[in-house]
């Protein structure tokens, strides 16, 4: 019985906990200078609105964009006529990134995009690989619908990624 | 088991559940979009819930793992941290099972390519641990059998 009562009590306590951290969580959100939306968007939904802002563009929708092997990526490291496009966060641009990469994070995409466009535009017409975690990240196919959806049209992805990448003991910059 | 050694177990358990619930709290305190996408991978929770959700983890493992290191409310610490262990064990498990690739994020975010089997083996020891924990400390507030 005391038992029972002991339990009842700290569950009660949880709740109260939990409650409690909600509103903590809401207040700190709020104070935030880039609160967090209440209802939770899609890394495509807030890559669409981060597009709006760019252009008027249709609706963005996943495209499919051309691969480019390790091998192949590796030979045009450094030719000139490659743009190479990380679109992993900043802090992991930061920690690491293929030689060269410029990052254009899918997260932060519309002001990363504003601050590239010069180097972007002046490069219309070469290559531009894009790669992120590697394995299933889905960051760099959005990137690159992305950058079709903007006129860009040789796009391509790596798919092995950063960790693809490092796992063959390849040079990286920091 | 002795007093002492108890006693013994119950101060290791608090300082390890208490200190890496604080530390996976702080960990999370700035990545509320990617954690909300690692919670989100798990295809459990409907949008409308994963943000309020997310909010709310960092207070409560912090505020939870601080009344179980210091002792204050332990009882109700170890018990709200032995529910959220349990939580995640579940969702990675149905994660597992169903074959979708998700981040745990339970440490933050950064620890991208992390093995889903060792995220749930370590919650699997957390909850054991909350368990214990809270076995021991409601046990000390029970009352003794009469002689």
């Given amino acids: ?174 | 088991m002795t007093g002492r050694s108890t006693r013994y177990l119950e101060w290791m358990l608090r300082l390890v559940i208490g200190g890496v619930f604080i530390y996976a709290g702080w960990a999370k305190r700035n990545e509320g979009i990617e954690f909300a996408d690692s919670v989100a991978s798990f295809r459990i929770l409907p949008g409308a819930v994963i943000v309020p959700f997310v909010l709310s983890i960092v207070p409560f493992e912090i505020g939870a793992g601080a009344m179980v290191l210091t002792g204050w409310q332990k009882r109700v610490g170890a018990l709200g941290l032995l529910i959220m262990a349990s939580m995640y064990c579940v969702a990675l498990a149905l994660a597992l099972a169903r074959g979708i690739t998700v981040n745990c994020g339970c440490f933050g975010t950064g620890a991208v390519g992390a093995n889903p089997w060792i995220d749930l083996g370590r919650d699997l020891l957390l909850a054991a641990g909350c368990a214990v924990l809270y076995r021991i400390t409601s046990r000390s507030v029970a009352p003794k059998p009469a002689l």
């Avoid at chain 1, 743009?83 to 920690?95: E, H, K, M, T, V």
């Fill in chain 1, 1 to 174: 019985m005391a038992r029972s009562r002991t339990f009842t009590h700290d569950i009660l306590g949880v709740m109260c906990l939990a409650v409690a951290s909600l509103l903590a969580g809401l207040v700190v959100n709020y104070l935030r200078a880039a609160p967090l939306p209440l209802v939770y968007q899609t890394p495509e939904q807030r890559l669409a609105a981060e597009l709006t802002t760019l252009v008027e563009a249709p609706a963005f929708r996943l495209s499919d964009a051309d691969t480019i092997p390790l091998a192949q990526l590796r030979s045009v490291i450094g030719d000139h006529q490659t743009i190479i496009l990380d679109a992993r966060a900043f802090p992991f641009y930061q920690q690491g990134h293929i030689p060269g990469a410029l990052n254009l994070s899918r997260d932060d995409f519309a002001a990363d995009y504003r601050r590239l466009r010069p180097t972007l535009d002046a490069a219309k017409d070469k290559s531009i690989v894009i790669y992120c975690s590697g394995g299933d990240c889905h960051d760099s196919r959005m990137v690159a619908s992305a950058l079709l959806s903007l006129g860009f049209s040789h796009v391509r992805v790596f798919t092995g990624g950063w960790s693809g990448w490092t796992e063959a003991g390849l040079p990286v910059e920091k």
